[in-house]
């Protein structure tokens, strides 16, 4: 267990649905990253946080998702109008800046299956 | 994207060392190398870093090439629960770009 949680762990939707995944990153961590993993891929970075700023966004980021870190603690990722191409496994990490190192510890994700 | 390259698939017998390479020939010279792995089912874990000098931790060592294009990953005394996939990151800026990884099978 790294510390960094997320609920839910699997979320099933109909095609067109709305969907919201949470993450509770380690609490003294000040970044938040997300990201989508597809079978047989490696993860791939969708967007980061520093403290509640979202300051990077990925290409992959389409319009129907959006991600928010109201106070800077946890993050939701929400996807709206979902296709069965979301259909992926959806990772949060977090990490604190300042130390150098900038190791980023996963949480176990919440798989998505679009129906 | 990715910017590493690694086998797809090695084996390596109970109780000896797995060497797993990584080849990433466009990195610059201040992007640091990661390797993370990821067992079925949940999040990648973090296991060793480093820049240019070989690194070791209570996990397994880094030695990176002199000239920084390639990379390996040595778990000194692999057991069946080191069978996973294994990522070779480089970061770029705050990004991490993983590559498809190598799975790593530990044969008893």
């Known amino acids: 267990d790294t510390g960094v949680s997320q609920d839910p762990r699997h979320k099933i939707t109909k095609r067109g649905q709305n969907v919201t995944f949470r993450c509770d990153p380690i609490s003294e961590h000040n970044r938040l990253y997300w990201y989508r993993q597809t079978l047989g891929q490696g993860p791939e970075f969708l967007t980061y946080f520093q403290n509640e700023a979202q300051l990077e966004k990925s290409r992959l980021l389409s319009d129907r998702f959006s991600a928010e870190r109201p106070k800077g603690s946890f993050s939701t990722l929400e996807i709206q109008r979902t296709e069965q191409g979301d259909s992926a496994m959806y990772l949060c990490a977090s990490s604190l800046v300042g130390t150098g190192k900038n190791i980023q510890y996963f949480g176990a994700g919440t798989r998505l299956s679009v129906l | 994207d990715a910017k590493t390259t690694q086998p797809t698939s090695m084996d390596c017998a109970e109780g000896r060392a797995a060497n797993l390479p990584c080849n990433h020939s466009t990195i610059s010279g201040n992007e640091y190398v990661y390797w993370y792995r990821q067992i079925h089912s949940q999040g990648p874990q973090y296991i060793i870093h480093?820049?240019?000098n070989n690194e070791t931790n209570e996990m397994a060592s880094l030695i990176i090439t002199e000239d920084r294009k390639s990379s390996t990953l040595i778990l000194p005394h692999a057991t069946l629960r080191d069978t996973a996939v294994y990522y070779c990151?480089?970061?770029?800026?705050?990004?991490?770009?993983f590559g498809t990884g190598t799975s790593l099978t530990v044969i008893p």
């Open positions: 990151i480089v970061r770029v800026g705050n990004q991490f770009y």
């Open positions: 480093g820049l240019k």
